[in-house]
């Protein structure tokens, strides 16, 4: 069965925002969060202008890999301006709860949060917005993919089973909703040993690659379990900002380019 989407009329949500894109996991854990920084980062330094929307309520990531620790600024008495740093325009509930503050929340008030998130935050001129979605297939998606027209979803998964499971079922949900599917990105996919010189597929091999095809859907490319990605993620200075010449950086640049691809494929259809 095909749930309808209720959209507004006219595309008063994010009017000068082009694109929309949504990245998600069904399964936390993946590297979503950090995938999606280094995405939205590559995007810009292609000359993209680009926003990125921490949607995840309860466990905010945005502030920690970013590096942002302010809160944003309110204009014009109810809307608020996005905290900009290394040209991306970014928004977080951990920008407004604090750094320790737990959000215990019930689900109409995610979807709430999330719907001002869209129209009061004066995001500007956008051609991508990427928005961080929280793991798994609950409130927030379903609100998301109801509210506004998305150019697609993004999903990020690793090569093991249990975590290919969780992914199928959430790319279910979204075709269900009539969300287009971008691709799919197989994160830690491998680890190559700096001391022999071997790629060592900790989690398993290709299984991100082969469910794709399954799926006939777009296989978006591999990222490998790499220390450098974590630590400069945990330093609030992303790969593709700490290391754009190396190897992994260079594989996000390729993987948005890729997405941008998508994108225009699936206009010209």
């Known amino acids: 069965?095909?749930?309808?989407?209720?959209?507004?009329?006219?595309?008063?949500?994010?009017?000068?925002?082009?694109?929309?894109?949504?990245?998600?996991?069904?399964?936390?854990?993946?590297?979503?969060?950090t995938t999606c920084v280094n995405l939205a980062l590559s995007l810009a330094a292609q000359g993209a202008r680009v926003g990125l929307l921490d949607a995840d309520i309860y466990g905010p990531s945005l502030p920690l890999i970013m590096g942002v620790r302010q809160e944003p600024e309110l204009i014009d008495g109810n809307k608020v301006r996005p905290i900009v740093k290394d040209g991306i325009a970014l928004m977080s509930i951990g920008f407004i709860a604090g750094e320790d503050a737990p959000v215990i929340w019930r689900g109409p008030l995610l979807g709430r949060a999330l719907q001002q998130f869209l129209e009061q935050v004066e995001w500007g001129?956008?051609?991508?917005?990427l928005i961080d979605l929280p793991p798994g297939t609950g409130d927030i998606p379903l609100t998301l993919s109801q509210t506004i027209a998305l150019s697609g979803i993004v999903v990020v998964t690793t090569p093991q089973d249990v975590a290919l499971e969780d992914v199928e079922?959430?790319?279910?949900?979204?075709?269900?909703?009539e969300v287009d599917i971008l691709g799919l990105i197989e994160n830690m996919s491998y680890f190559n040993c700096p001391?022999?010189?071997?790629?060592?597929?900790?989690?398993?091999?290709s299984g991100g690659h082969q469910l794709a095809e399954r799926l006939d859907i777009p296989f978006l490319g591999e990222i490998p379990l790499?220390?450098?990605?974590?630590?400069?993620?945990?330093?609030?200075?992303?790969?593709?900002?700490?290391?754009?010449?190396?190897?992994?950086?260079?594989?996000?640049?390729?993987i948005a380019a890729a997405i941008a691809a998508q994108i225009r494929v699936l206009a010209e259809e």
């Open 169 to 177: 079922r959430g790319i279910a949900m979204f075709e269900r909703v």
């Open 195 to 205: 001391e022999c010189g071997k790629r060592h597929e900790v989690f398993g091999h």
């Open 125 to 129: 001129e956008l051609d991508y917005l």
């Open 1 to 33: 069965m095909t749930i309808p989407r209720t959209l507004p009329e006219g595309g008063q949500i994010l009017p000068q925002v082009r694109n929309v894109i949504a990245v998600a996991s069904a399964k936390g854990g993946v590297g979503k969060s």
């Open 226 to 254: 790499e220390e450098a990605v974590r630590a400069s993620g945990d330093e609030g200075n992303p790969i593709v900002l700490a290391a754009p010449d190396s190897a992994t950086s260079q594989i996000y640049v390729a």
